[in-house]
């Protein structure tokens, strides 16, 4: 069974540009949920995506947004990239209940310079 | 709001000896936790989980937890550490009573193990 695929696995920007982010759930999850991983600041909750529509969302500025399709595949958008963007951007799935934990990607490097 | 802590940024145990990872939580009512091991350059593992019932929770890779209600505990043990335990590890939580809740981690500790 296939895991959570996340792609690209490294990615370096410029400040002030944009970059999508993907990830691919494991077959039958419909909760999407999105992590930045910096050594400064542990794991910080982005958002959270189920059927389509966003469920909940972290204390991060609107140049981060996301969306999910109908298949249950994420992207997440980070618009005019700041040099503290900088960070392991982790995507996972789970399925619908709450008590069930999640499966996390490899994540996506983001260095911005 | 529900919040984790761990203690420590790093615990340093020999091979063959038992370890501890410490974690507190702050959450109102009964929590579901989890702890999560991240190896270099990689994603999250799940390990284990407490939702409800025995106290102490057995996971992956020889890993327990035991859950404590009246300190807000939920560490992390093994009994005989291996070299190749060496990592990361995540304690997490969600609050059961707010659908759609992020699982909110803690800051992480580094386990060290030595031959």
């Known amino acids: 069974k296939a895991g959570v695929t996340q792609t690209p696995r490294y990615l370096i920007k410029t400040r002030g540009q944009q970059v999508t982010l993907s990830c691919s759930p494991i077959?039958?999850?419909?909760?999407v949920s999105w992590y930045q991983q910096t050594p400064g600041q542990g794991l910080q909750f982005l958002f959270e995506?189920?059927?389509?529509?966003?469920?909940n969302k972290g204390n991060f500025p609107g140049r981060f947004s996301g969306r999910q399709f109908s298949n249950s595949r994420s992207e997440m958008n980070v618009s005019t990239l700041e040099l503290g963007d900088s960070a392991l951007y982790l995507c996972?799935?789970?399925?619908?209940?709450?008590?069930?934990?999640?499966?996390f990607g490899s994540g996506t490097r983001l260095t911005v310079v | 709001a529900q919040s984790v802590a761990q203690p420590e940024d790093q615990v340093n145990v020999a091979e063959g000896n038992p370890l501890t990872v410490k974690c507190t939580y702050s959450?109102?009512?009964?929590?579901?936790l989890f702890w999560y091991v991240q190896y270099p350059n990689r994603g999250l593992q799940f390990l284990l989980k407490?939702?409800?019932?025995?106290?102490l929770v057995k996971g992956s890779y020889g890993f327990e937890a035991e859950f404590n209600k009246s300190q807000t505990s939920f560490h992390l043990k093994k009994p005989s550490a291996l070299v190749s335990d060496s990592a990361l590890y995540f304690c997490?939580?969600?609050?059961?009573?707010?659908?759609?809740?992020?699982?909110?981690f803690g800051k992480g500790t580094t386990l060290s193990v030595s031959s």
């Open positions: 407490y939702i409800t019932g025995d106290n």
């Open positions: 997490a939580v969600r609050d059961p009573y707010q659908a759609g809740t992020a699982l909110i």
């Open positions: 995506y189920f059927s389509e529509t966003q469920r």
């Open positions: 959450v109102s009512g009964n929590p579901y």
């Open positions: 996972a799935s789970s399925l619908v209940g709450e008590t069930d934990g999640y499966t």
């Open positions: 077959s039958g999850h419909r909760s």
